[in-house]
Nanobody, 122 residues
Framework: QVHLVESGGGLVQPGGSLRLSCAGS????????IGWLRQAPGKEREGIAC????????YYVDSVKGRFTISRDNAKNTVYLQMNSPKPEDTAVYYC???????????????WGQGTQVTVSS
């Protein structure tokens, strides 16, 4: 069965740090660009980071640039999102998805994770 599984979410204080993991099951993440998206209550889903499958190049939305880092460990078949200095406005459900899809796309359960809640609060 092909799917992605996120982990690492939880409660973090503003200015702290948190690392999210996205593990592949049934397929090799190494061959896919992988993106992180998030959806806050009452807001549209947005794509925040993407890492390529070829040269490891990365993309970040301006709101997280300089604070979040996407990386991959092919030996562990896992992609990470390191969240440093999170802010309350980063509170959302975070998803990983293969192919760095458009955030308006209908999620395909084979290539999207189920989401992990991140709450930034003191």
């Amino acid at each position: 069965q092909v799917h992605l599984v996120e982990s690492g979410g939880g409660l973090v204080q503003p200015g702290g740090s948190l690392r999210l993991s996205c593990a592949g099951s049934g397929f090799t993440l190494e061959y896919y660009a992988i993106g992180w998206l998030r959806q806050a209550p009452g807001k549209e889903r947005e794509g925040i980071a993407c890492i390529s499958s070829t040269d490891g190049s990365t993309y970040y939305v301006d709101s997280v640039k300089g604070r979040f880092t996407i990386s991959r460990d092919n030996a562990k078949n896992t992609v990470y999102l390191q969240m440093n200095s999170p802010k309350p406005e980063d509170t959302a459900v975070y998803y990983c998805a293969a192919g760095c899809p458009d955030p308006t796309a209908t999620p395909d359960s084979r290539y999207w994770g189920q989401g992990t809640q991140v709450t930034v609060s003191s």
